[in-house]
């Protein structure tokens, strides 16, 4: 699994790439959709304008086209002929006039003019302006050759018309020309409606019409910078579209403002780049949460490892303890055992010195009264020696039975156990210690109860218990002018309790948690081994009984131990 730098690493990388991936799409995508863009709205707006030049042509060869045969009718008309044949005369004036003035009416020409071959004006039908013709005129040269002539004439005050002239003639030769204007400024009014700027550039490169009036005639604005340069005509760029009017020999053109075009590049780019960049966005998310899960994975990894680690040490370290505890087990069985044989060793160490002592007394006894015996016999006093050899003889009875106690306790106890008669248990016990308690001149008072009364238990292991008990009340006692121990037997149905009281100090507080365990002892070096209590617990114990400490209910001082035994029955049999 890669570690953690390793991942930043990566996720530093990547993010790299998907931003410098983002930024070339970016860039190009924007490049392409803003050229795209721009060419569709320029192919738009070139139709726009190709159809408006288009409109605009037609409209003004249309407009235009109508008086062309105009000029060239009243040529042929018998009035005007008249009026050049006989110009003084006011009918012929007249007529003329009339007929010019309904041509005006009917066409909505501005002027009708009749020109002399020299130029100069014969009539005008309206008489509206001045205007004259030089005799060379192209208008003027034109018509007398007898083709439409046709050009643009800029009038008093900038004033533009479209002049159409055409010959008059007479049998043997010409006699001059009409003029028909036509008001430029009518058509051009119909361009204000149009947005587009329109220009209208006759044969000598002037602007002749135009919806833009600063530009009328002045020769064309070189496009962009003086386009640019007219106050009504902000935008700086424009497609042009111009079209070449064939009769009038003009070059009509609408531009067509650029500016949308422009507009839908810079929209459309603009567009590309924020899709690229929600696209880059939307990777660097999906980025971002790749590597929080793979951040997550290897937290999760690596805490489930710590984890089995702590989980297999905790293994491992319980294991040894069970080892090791099953070992202290094994071993506080073995030290149990032994223990209760070195306790009743130990017990039998402390009797021996009593035991030795209650021997050699008798010993010593039977020593003199044998020899005495002897002496008697010697003498023949018969009596006497029979009376010694008597007293020899209880002696040695009194040995047997402390012989036969020390045998009983020293003996390793039975592992089954029955139903054992209590105050012969407590008789027993009492009997190994007469010695010591006749040294310490205490006094033992036994409360037994009915002598056949039963515990469940071993008879030499419980005899044991007591001796161990009455062997503490008595140390209890040491130094005291009256030592009293009382034994005292009470019985319920099903239990059997056994109390030895002293009147000794009683149980020291501060130890009374502690009398229990093994070679726990406050008595001097040699006196106590600490074992008593602890093998006399472990014994009560497996009988299925408890042993317990209180204090002396009676006396100021004074401990009470009391063992509690289930109540035998007969049926079980007497155990050793
Ligand atoms: P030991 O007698 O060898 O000291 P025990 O296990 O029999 O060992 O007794 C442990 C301790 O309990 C004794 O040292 C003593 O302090 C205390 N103890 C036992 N019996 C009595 C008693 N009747 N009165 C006061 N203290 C006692």
Redesign the pocket.
């Known amino acids: 699994m890669a570690n953690g730098a390793s991942i930043n690493r990566r996720y530093r990388e990547l993010s790299f790439l998907n931003a410098a991936v983002a930024i070339l799409i970016g860039v190009i995508a924007a490049y392409f959709v803003a050229h795209s863009a721009s060419d569709i709205q320029e192919t738009r707006l070139r139709a726009t304008g190709r159809e408006a030049v288009n409109v605009q042509a037609e409209a003004l060869n249309g407009a235009l086209d109508k008086y062309r045969m105009l000029a060239v009718m009243l040529g042929q008309r018998a009035e005007v002929r008249s009026l050049f044949l006989d110009p003084d005369q006011n009918r012929a004036r007249e007529a003329a006039r009339l007929v010019g003035l309904t041509t005006i009416g009917l066409s909505g020409a501005l002027e009708v003019a009749f020109v002399r071959p020299d130029g100069s004006i014969l009539a005008r039908a309206a008489d509206k302006f001045v205007d004259g013709f030089g005799p060379d005129s192209v208008l003027l040269q034109t018509a007398m050759q007898g083709r439409l002539g046709r050009a643009v004439r800029v009038l008093q005050k900038g004033r533009r018309a479209y002049v159409f002239t055409a010959r008059v003639s007479a049998v043997g030769g010409h006699l001059g020309a009409v003029a028909i204007y036509v008001d430029l400024e009518n058509i051009e009014d119909n361009w204000s409606l149009i947005t587009h700027p329109i220009l209208a550039v006759d044969q000598a490169g002037i602007v002749v019409m135009s919806n833009r009036a600063h530009w009328r005639l002045l020769p064309p604005p070189a496009f962009n910078a003086e386009i640019d340069a007219a106050p009504d005509a902000p935008p700086s760029d424009y497609f042009s579209n111009s079209r070449v009017l064939a009769p009038l020999n003009w070059t009509l053109t609408v531009l067509v403002d650029a500016t949308p075009a422009r507009n839908a590049a810079t929209l459309w780019g603009g567009l590309a780049v924020a899709v690229c960049a929600a696209i880059a966005l939307a990777v660097q998310l999906l980025i971002n949460r790749h590597f929080a899960a793979l951040r997550r994975e290897r937290r999760d990894r690596t805490t489930s490892l710590r984890l089995e680690r702590i989980v297999r040490d905790r293994t491992r370290e319980l294991l040894q303890s069970n080892t090791a505890l099953e070992a202290a087990v094994e071993q506080l069985h073995r030290t149990h055992t032994e223990l209760i044989q070195t306790g009743k060793m130990a017990a039998l160490g402390q009797m021996s010195t009593a035991l030795s002592h209650e021997l050699n007394q008798p010993l010593s006894a039977v020593k003199s009264y044998a020899d005495n015996a002897l002496t008697f016999l010697q003498r023949g006093r018969e009596p006497e020696a029979r009376d010694n050899i008597k007293r020899i003889s209880e002696l040695a009875d009194r040995m047997a039975e402390i012989s036969r106690h020390l045998r009983n306790f020293a003996r390793k106890p039975n592992p089954t156990f029955g139903a054992v008669p209590i105050a012969a248990v407590i008789e027993d016990a009492l009997k190994v210690l007469v010695s010591r308690i006749r040294n310490d001149r205490a006094e033992i008072v036994t409360e037994l109860g009915d002598p056949a009364l039963l515990v469940r238990g071993g008879h030499v292991r419980l005899q044991q218990v007591i001796v ?1 008990l009455v062997l ?2 008595l ?2 006692m040491e130094g005291q002018p009256a030592p009293r121990l009382v034994i005292n037997v009470s019985s319920t149905e099903k239990s059997v309790s056994i109390a030895i009281t ?1 009147c ?4 020291d507080p501060a ?1 009374r948690d502690q ?1 229990f365990d093994p070679f ?4 001097g070096v040699g006196q ?7 093998i006399s617990y472990n014994i009560v114990k497996d009988f299925g009984g408890q042993l317990s400490v209180h204090d002396n209910a009676e006396v100021e001082g004074g ?1 009470t ?1 009391v063992v509690k035994l289930e109540a035998g029955q007969e049926s079980e049999g007497v155990a050793a």
């Not at 726990?520 to 008595?523: G, L, Q, R, V």
């Open positions: 161990n503490n009340g140390d209890a002293d000794g100090p009683g149980i130890v009398i726990f002892t406050t008595k106590g081994l600490g074992l008593g209590l602890s401990a131990f």
